[in-house]
């Protein structure tokens, strides 16, 4: 290891993530509220429709019960397969 190169090893709080997007938002002028929570929606969002396995999403995010992981793919207007209905 370099002697220039001092490693880190202490956690970010979470305070300061949420306070960095917040004032990222303000300062973007998104005119949306958003938070650092919104790119866990982001993130799992796009996990389905890139078409990653519900279970996989489930167990990333840490939930218990499948039916709140089936939320993101009303999101996405698909059921809970992926198949979207031949009405509409």
Partial sequence: MDADVNPVRHHV?????????????????????????????????????????IRTVQTLLGHADVRTTQIYTHVLGQAFAGVRSPLG
């Fill in 13 to 53: 709080h979470i305070t300061s993530i949420q306070r960095a997007v917040r004032q990222a938002v303000q300062a973007c002028g998104l005119g949306k509220p958003a938070s650092s929570h919104t790119f866990r929606h982001t993130f799992a969002t796009e996990l389905l429709r890139r078409g990653n396995d």
